[in-house]
């Protein structure tokens, strides 16, 4: 790969296994995927919450966030209803065993932070959350 790509090529190359192998190592470590423990995390600081809102919040795809409620849903962590007043509006909330759930995912999240950012200093670790936020800024501006 180093030799057929630029330099800026080879980081956006890595960044992107990086960001594989981690979604797959999180969720063997954990359990459960980043994108389903973001849902949840989000559905613990609330009572309830449209799916709709919810969607936007954690900005994942609307179809993609139907299918981890559906999911998630049949395995007893979250309760799906839809609002009397509104047929059309789909209200989620977390089931005791999804708070159960984050709760117990919350050391397993820790441990594999502390393992996947060992052996990089403070420092390095600064530097590298202002590199990866200027990043997301630049990606934001990028006009599609």
């Known amino acids: ?25 999180f969720e063997a470590c954990t359990g459960i ?17 449209n799916q709709s809102d919810l969607q936007k919040k954690v900005n994942i795809d609307g179809a993609a966030v139907t299918r981890h409620l559906k999911q998630l849903e049949a395995k007893e962590i ?7 007043e509104d047929n059309r509006v789909i209200l989620v909330r977390l089931t005791e065993k999804g708070r159960e759930l984050i709760e117990s995912s919350k050391n397993e999240k820790e441990r594999f932070m502390k393992e996947m950012l060992a052996n990089v200093s403070a420092e390095e670790r600064s530097m590298l959350k202002k590199v990866l936020s200027q990043m997301q800024k630049n990606i934001e501006n990028i006009k599609a």
Request: one cysteine or more; glycine letters at 4%.
């Open 78 to 84: 979250v309760l799906r209803r839809r609002k009397p």
């Open 33 to 49: 995927s980043q994108s389903r423990l973001e849902l949840l995390a989000l559905l613990f600081q609330v009572e309830e919450i």
């Open 1 to 25: 790969m180093t030799t057929c790509c630029s330099q800026e090529g080879e980081l956006l190359y890595q960044l992107q296994i990086v960001n594989k192998v981690i979604g797959m190592k």
